[in-house]
């Protein structure tokens, strides 16, 4: 298992991590200008030097010489920090003064009295060298004369100015990362009181969140809460409701039960006893279809809660098998039973066990409320879209009452049977959660009885077979 990260740890390195990188960037930056215009300045200071040895190269009757004295010579190499080397040579004569030592780029490379600029390395020590090929008049020999200077002076310098642009940055760096850690922590405070909120909430207070104070970012999480609180609070008032209605329905039944158990304790003869005896069996009857129907219920609730897994499902097969189930039960009646659907298969996706249910309370309510001999005829169509068809030719269902038959353990006043107005509240639940839609038609045009249609949505539901 993943451990869960910290949105404040992902927060501040989303944001200290860029910024650092932009202080070291800076710094790099910093310390090669640095070194730019140090080597600059002190570029100069060499380039000035070597043209004044220049000065002192001469020419006489086509001959090349340089002379300095040696006074001279201390005054140029005298400096309290840094090393001073220079180097006078001919194309002609070769070396003719300074320290032989002193690396020098190849005569023929150069233009003359343009300055070369390099790096090398004399006794040990890394130098600056300036380069100038000069041809003194009336001579045509290229003399080149070269001054170095160890790098003392210029490290100094760039450490100074390091050290007067980088520290700087790093408290810069320091007071902004400061910012940005109580800058995090006062952005995410609203949704630690939200926390300490929702902890401190009795498990039966559904009311909504306020939301005056909090900002616009974790408004959408309090819409969400508020939405699911408001959705829970309408699932448990349904649940309490549901399990209110559904006791009251199981006493009355039970309380028949045990008036005629004790009715057939109390029986002095069989015929009493066996009067009773019918009486407990049509009570338990009774009991054994509402807790059957309590508990489709149920499924059909836990069903819509979840991400439905439904398979295909032949509504032709499942209708037919349903309706010979039933035959006996319309047999009693003396009522006939028909069956309509097409030869080849019609798929669905679906749940099976619910579907057959839906089936089986809309048979159920067929043979109960339908005239005694009369007819009841199922029906499957496939175009123009899919739909599972139950008429009957009973008394029919009033416009008024057609609006309220779906209500749980709603019974229409003074209708026969002895259901518990929870068979078409099971159809309407378990064609929901098919996405389907229920339709009925009854009376109208000189017809009787009641047509019921569960029409399923062509685009999300049936199976092209």
Not at 380 to 389: D, F, S
Request: include cysteine; charge should be negative.
């Amino acid at each position: 298992m993943n451990k869960p990260q910290s949105l404040r740890a992902q927060l501040l390195s989303k944001l200290t991590l860029p910024l650092l990188f932009v202080v070291l960037l800076d710094a790099a930056a910093s310390y090669f200008v640095a070194m730019h215009y140090t080597d600059l300045a002190y570029d100069r200071w060499l380039l000035d030097s070597v043209k004044s040895l220049t000065q002192e190269v001469h020419a006489q009757q086509n001959h090349v010489t340089f002379e300095l004295p040696p006074i001279a010579v201390e005054v140029f190499r005298w400096d309290d920090v840094d090393k001073t080397f220079f180097k006078v040579e001919s194309q002609a004569e070769g070396f003719m003064a300074g320290d032989a030592d002193l690396p020098s780029p190849v005569i023929n490379t150069l233009t003359s009295n343009e300055p070369f600029f390099s790096n090398g390395e004399i006794e040990g020590h890394e130098v600056r060298i300036v380069s100038v090929l000069t041809t003194p008049t009336p001579s045509s020999e290229h003399v080149l004369v070269s001054v170095a200077e160890t790098l003392n002076k210029r490290r100094s310098m760039m450490t100074e100015i390091l050290l007067a642009v980088v520290p700087p940055q790093f408290l810069l760096l320091f007071i902004v990362g400061f910012h940005v850690w109580t800058g995090v922590n006062r952005g995410l405070r609203p949704l630690n009181d939200l926390a300490a909120h929702l902890a401190e909430r009795s498990a039966r207070d559904f009311n909504p969140i306020l939301d005056a104070d909090v900002p616009l970012e974790v408004r959408s999480l309090t819409h969400t809460i508020n939405d699911l609180l408001q959705r829970l609070g309408s699932t448990l008032i349904t649940q309490q409701r549901f399990i209110e209605n559904a006791a009251h329905q199981l006493r009355t039944p039970l309380a028949g039960l045990k008036l005629q158990a004790e009715r057939a304790l109390g029986a002095d003869n069989p015929e009493a006893m066996k009067a009773a005896l019918g009486h407990i069996k049509n009570a338990a009857d009774r009991v054994a279809h509402l807790s059957t129907q309590l508990l489709v219920l149920a499924r059909s609730e836990s069903v819509s809660h979840s991400a439905p897994e439904f398979k295909p499902v032949d509504l032709v097969k499942l209708a037919r098998e349903s309706c010979m189930d039933w035959v006996t039960r319309a047999l009693d009646r003396n009522i006939e039973l028909g069956f309509d659907a097409p030869d080849a298969a019609v798929m669905v996706a679906g749940d099976a066990v619910l579907l057959r249910e839906l089936l089986s309370n809309l048979l159920d309510n067929a043979i109960c409320y339908g005239n005694s001999g009369g007819h009841i005829n199922v029906g499957v169509r496939a175009l123009p879209h899919l739909a599972l068809i139950v008429e009957d030719d009973g008394p029919g269902i009033s416009i008024i009452e057609q609006e309220k038959i779906f209500e749980r353990f709603y019974r229409i006043q003074g209708s026969q049977g002895e259901g518990c107005g929870l068979g078409l509240a099971i159809v309407k639940e378990i064609a929901d959660l098919h996405a389907a839609r229920v339709t009925v038609v009854s009376g109208g045009q000189g017809r009787q009885g009641t047509r019921f249609e569960i029409v399923f949505n062509a685009d999300e539901s049936v199976i092209n077979s």
